[in-house]
Nanobody, 127 residues
């Protein structure tokens, strides 16, 4: 089992940057592919990015591609989401999640593929 705690959210102006962090507990962090999702008010949970266990593979939603970078540090049990050129439509609660599936790359953009979730971190982008 793994526990996840996000941090780094806040209020930023459009065009600005934020880096979200997700701290994971447990000794098997490197066994999980890690994803970031977001949920805006009145909307469903939306995939943002995912990174493989080793960090060698990443996938991004089209809506954030080129503006967002996911990374991880397995030695520190951390995963990060660097967000640049933020837009008001990026406003949402951002969640990190852990995927234990061997074939994690199947359905990586579905929240149902993830076993553990953090509590979320609010990101608000003002225009």
């Amino acid at each position: 089992q793994v526990q996840l705690v996000e941090s780094g959210g806040g209020l930023v102006q459009a065009g600005g940057s934020l880096r979200l962090s997700c701290a994971a507990s447990g000794h098997t962090f490197s066994s999980y592919a890690m994803g970031w999702f977001r949920q805006a008010p009145g909307k469903g949970r939306e995939f943002v990015a995912v990174i493989s266990r080793s960090g060698s593979s990443t996938y991004y939603a089209d809506s954030v591609k080129g503006r967002v970078t996911i990374s991880r540090d397995n030695a520190k049990n951390m995963v990060y989401l660097q967000m640049n050129s933020l837009k008001p439509e990026d406003t949402a609660v951002y969640y990190c999640a852990a995927n234990s599936a061997l074939l994690w790359s199947r359905g990586y953009d579905s929240s149902q593929a993830y076993d553990y979730w953090g509590q979320g971190s609010q990101v608000t982008v003002s225009s």
